[in-house]
Structure formats: C-alpha cells, structure tokens
C-alpha cells in the first residue's frame, strides 16, 4: 500500500520528508527486475507481460506536485526516456498491476513471482518526461531483465539515488518474507520533481548488477526462501553461551536494554542490529524500509523463532549450537555436555534424530558417557573430528538430473556485542523474575528432543521430575527403584549394537 507516511510503518521518514522521495519507485522497479531475471532462469517460468493497465501521464506542464485540476498529487519526473522505457515504467507504477511474470504449477495452478506487487493508493500520483512521446502509440513487448535493468540505472544516474537503488533492492528482497507473513508493506507516496536538464539525451546506462550476476542470484535465491531469510534477521538474537534454562533471562535483558534507549530512535535501533552481525546488515537494512522488523522483534521476545541450517550453511552464519563442533575429550573423561551429546546424536542420523532441535539454545549440564545412547558412546572418545560441515549446493532439475552449484565454504562468523559508547542507563524494573516461559519452552523442547527415544538415565531424574519437564507424555511413569545398568558394551560392533536396546539405564 502506498500511503501518507504519517500512516505508514516506513522507518526511513527523513529522507522522504526531502524534497523527493524515490524508494518506493526504486522497490517497485526491483521487485520487476528480480521477476524478470527468475523468469529467465527458472524452468518453466513466463517472462513478464505487460497488463492493461498504466499509470496516468501529466502531459502538461504544470509546477511539481500540483495537478491539472488543483488538487494536490505528487509528479514523478522519469527524465528524457524513449516510447519503450516509458511503457516500463508506466507498467512498474500502474495501479493494480501492470505486469506480471507467472509460472503453471503441475496442477495447472497459476502461480506470481515471488515479488510480484499490487498497489492500492490513498494518493494519487502522475508521469512526467521530457520527451514527447511517438505517434501513434506502438505495441510494446515488455522489458527483459537486462533493458529494465537499465532504465532503472539510468534514472538513478540521472536523479543521482544510486545508492539508494541498492537499499531498495535489499527491501525487495524482504518481499516474499512479508507475503510468507500474510503482511501488507505501507510505503511512502513517492515524489520526483522536475531536474533542469544539462543535454537532451539520456542514454541507457550500464548497471554495475550486469558484472556481477552470479552475487545478484544469490541474493534472489535467498529471497525466495522466506523462512531462510527470517532465520538470518532472528539470528542476532541468539548467543552461544546462553543455555536453555537461561534464554528467557538473555532476552528479557535484551528487550530491557532495547525498549529503554533504542526502541524509539528507528536510526539507532538498526545501527544497533547491524553491528551485531554486519554481514547481515542488508537485510535488517530491508527489513526496515518495509517495516518486517517489528515481526522479528515479536518473535525474538517469546524466543520463538526458526533456524534454518542450510542457509546458515550457505552464508557462514551461527544461529545454533547445533552447528558448532564437538569437543574433543581428554583422555580419562567419563562425561560429556549435553550439547556435544546432541551433535553426536544429530550426526548419527538415527531416525529419530533426523531433524535439529527446534531452538538454538544449548541445554546445560553433562552426561555420563555410560549414559548415553549407542551412536553418542561410539564417537564420544574416537579420534576423528565430529562436526557439521557444508559439502556445497545441488539443484533437482527436471527429468531426474542434478547441477552442483559453485558455492564457496564459508567459517561459521562470530556474533559481535560491542559496547555502546557513553553511559547507558538500563531500567530492569518491568524484568518478571517468575515469567520463565521461555526458558521453559525451549528446555522442554530441547530435553524432549534428547530423550524422548531412549527416555531419561537414572542420573537425571531430577531433571525428569521437574515441573518444566514432568509434563511429558511417557508409556510408564512408575517410579525406578534400585541401580539399573547398562547391559549394553561400548566395543561391540556397530550392526550389533543396533539389534540392542540403546539404553537401559533409564527413566
């Protein structure tokens, strides 16, 4: 929706209280482009179609922003383009739709590009360019992803918002995650006034994006993974060294900090999350312009959100103690942390443990090596190193083929806490210090993961008996009296070991 502003969730309200206004412009040429180029390289893909219908032209010269009847509307001036330039961008500005770019699902469903927009104005607004336009009016073929690339480069070079272009793709970027949200994105009303012209021509520039396709896709193949994206933005909030049972505090302390001298200053609010993890700044960056931020802020509060291991995989990004690589023990060890237990058992890819853990927090504590189940005793003390590592990219293609994509390996990056400069007062006074809900989800979820299969050793009964824990459905919840042992060795073979029970020693 473009809106008044004052109505609008737009976080960048300084630069369009200037004189012009052009990211909303900028993200609707994007959102275009990145269509274009997916129908390009997506099998089965249709490239864009212009519709029926155009943004209205101000063919008369009238003073920016004010229309031919006299009310009040806003003017965009395109520069001196030619008929086919024209005809994109009336169809990129159109109310309603005027393109699209499809694809036939093997149902027969027609489905949008993953950035396919639909404006609804409060306000309306009218063309302007210096050229007058053919006669008469031509059919035009719509755009290819290299020509609408270009006009777009050309009107940032002529209203010199280049860098700007580069914010709104970011924010196009975040398009799918706000339709995977069911969320509508309230932009600002554009506003381009009329430039003195130094020449006459305005050639059709060369985009810097034309050198460097390979990073351009991908950027869209991330965008079209919306819960990847999401698990990028929310992984800010997670700390390595926070354990489960103590995640609700980390976060409590977070928003304290956040809502007493951050929340309110847009500017500062996203310096902060950009410093956090910089490589990931774009996509707070884009967040903001649509306003996809207050949605992470939500989630990130109840500490529920989800990971997504392979893209993190894919950006060198840390967002689970999963992903770390297990401890190597000394030798004499008899126990191991429950976290290096649940990588060994995630490793092993039992059935049960084919999926990571739903939350990125480690659980706390130990286990003895006696204690734990066959795979986990088989690696626990073996000289090889045990850890998640990312082989590459394989797409599926049609007729039963695969194509291995050149994706560099990259080292998981550390999460940055820097210090703020000046003297910072945090009020902890709204700080609940009975409101564990978090930390009780996420411990639950995490033990339930663990032990669900083999149930809990006798050793941790207390953990099993406490009120966060004890609500877990279980086959028998009589009490264990006297000392169960394993009857299980740790040196039989692998095949052996699987026709045993796992662990008996067990709750």
């Known amino acids: ?16 209280e200037e004189e012009d206004c052009h990211i909303t412009l900028l993200i609707l040429a994007w959102s275009y482009i990145l269509s274009a180029r997916w129908a390009e390289i997506f099998p089965g893909a249709s490239r864009p179609e212009y519709s029926s219908c155009e943004a209205e032209w101000d063919n008369k ?13 806003s003017i965009i001036d395109l520069g001196d383009i030619d008929d ?43 063309l302007s360019r210096g050229t007058k336009p053919s006669h008469p009016p031509t059919q035009h073929r719509a755009a290819s992803f290299a020509t609408a690339l270009g006009y777009l480069s050309s009107y940032c070079e002529f209203h010199q918002v280049t860098e ?24 600002p009303i554009p506003r381009v006034s009329r430039k003195v012209r130094i020449n006459q021509e305005m050639v059709c520039k060369t985009s810097i994006w034309n050198a460097n396709l390979n990073q351009l896709d991908r950027l869209l193949t991330l965008s079209c993974n919306a819960v990847g994206t999401k698990a990028l933005l929310n992984s800010v909030f997670y700390e390595p060294e926070v354990e489960c049972n103590l995640c609700g505090a980390w976060l409590q302390g ?65 967002m689970s103690f999963i992903q770390e690589p297990v401890t190597s023990l000394p030798l004499g060890t008899e126990e191991l942390s429950r976290a290096d237990e649940s990588r060994l058992m995630y490793l092993s890819h039992d059935q049960y443990y084919t999926v990571p853990p739903l939350f990125p927090f480690r659980p706390f504590g130990s286990t ?22 990312y082989e590459g990219l394989t797409w599926r293609c049609r007729g039963g083929q695969r194509a291995a994509a050149d994706v560099p ?42 032990r669900d299969d083999d149930g809990f050793p006798v050793a941790e009964r207390t953990i099993r008996e406490h009120e966060w824990i004890d609500n877990l459905d279980s086959d028998d919840d009589s009490p264990i009296t006297g000392k169960a042992q394993s009857v299980v060795g740790a040196n039989l073979h692998g095949w052996l070991l699987k026709t045993m029970t796992k662990r008996s020693n067990t709750i």
């Open 84 to 126: 086919d330039a024209a005809r994109w961008w009336s169809a990129v500005l159109a109310p309603e739709g005027g393109w699209n770019a499809s694809i036939q699902t093997d149902r027969g469903i027609i489905l949008h590009s993953p950035w396919y927009t639909k404006l609804v104005l409060e306000q309306s607004y009218t």
């Open 61 to 73: 010269t009238n003073s920016p922003g004010k229309a031919t009847n006299g009310s009040s509307t």
């Open 409 to 450: 390996r990259l080292p998981l990056r550390p999460k940055y806490g820097q210090p703020t400069k000046g003297s910072i007062s945090v009020p902890y006074d709204n700080l609940d210090n009975e409101d564990d809900d978090c930390s009780e989800m996420v411990t639950r979820n995490i033990f339930a993961w663990m």
């Open 1 to 16: 929706m473009i809106s008044n502003l004052r109505q609008s969730t737009f976080a960048f309200a300084r630069e369009c």
């Open 254 to 318: 977070t928003f304290a900090f956040l809502d007493s001298n951050i929340m309110g200053d847009q500017k500062a609010l996203l310096s902060v999350m950009m410093k956090r993890d910089p490589t990931l700044g774009f996509l707070w960056l884009g967040a903001f312009i649509i306003g996809a931020q207050a949605r992470s802020f939500q989630e990130a509060r109840q500490a529920w959100w989800k990971i997504d291991l392979h893209v993190a995989a894919w950006t060198g990004t840390l």
């Open 368 to 389: 003895a090596i006696r204690d734990t189940n066959i795979d986990v005793r088989q690696h626990a003390r073996c000289d090889t190193d045990h850890g998640l590592e």
């Open 164 to 187: 700007l272009s580069h914010a709104a793709l970011a924010a196009t970027l975040l398009l799918p995650l706000a339709r995977y949200d069911n969320r509508n994105i309230h932009l």
